[in-house]
């Protein structure tokens, strides 16, 4: 068992949640300026695919340099917190390609599910909150896990850890 100590606690993990997807906004936007030009192409057909394969690319980006650069997205150097291996080492590409892929699938549903919600379409309601069973499912396996850590950390063998200062 690794000491529990180390670990963040759940509140400020999910509070660094907010700031990292603003921050995910920010580059979001700031990275569809190449398509801004296309006056609406980018909107449907094989334009959108592209734009949505660029953007999920931008987003993995982001993170994979981070985590395998110092361990902390831009957020988690805020709210002092690091990923790591199981062992606390720094994480290997593979490891942290894993850790994305599985969390992608974890908060991409809550994510779609959030637009949805403020941005309604033909979609009762109702259907949306099966988008956040997933992110609900890691947060009540982060309560009772003995490290504290969520779900797809556990799958992915990582753990997020307080940074030292």
């Known amino acids: 068992m690794i000491e529990p100590a180390t670990t963040p606690s759940i509140k400020r993990r999910l509070a660094c949640l907010p700031y990292e997807g603003l921050i995910l ?58 990923v790591c291996s199981r062992d606390n080492k720094p994480l290997a590409f593979k490891r942290a390609l894993i850790k994305l892929v599985i969390s992608a699938l974890f908060y991409g549903p809550a994510c779609v ?15 949306t909150a099966w988008l956040f069973l997933p992110l609900v499912a890691t947060i009540l396996w982060a309560r009772f896990d003995v490290d504290r850590q969520f779900l797809h950390d556990r799958l992915a063998g990582t753990r997020i850890v307080d940074a030292k200062t």
């Open 25 to 82: 906004l920010a580059l979001l936007l700031i990275s569809t300026f190449p398509f801004a030009g296309m006056k609406g192409a980018a909107l449907s057909g094989s334009m959108h695919a592209v734009l949505q394969i660029y953007l999920s690319a931008v987003t993995g980006a982001y993170f994979l340099i981070f985590w395998l650069r110092s361990g902390q997205t831009l957020a988690m150097k805020t709210w002092r917190i690091k």
């Open 113 to 127: 599910g959030l637009v949805l919600f403020f941005f309604p379409a033909r979609i009762h309601p109702a259907m």
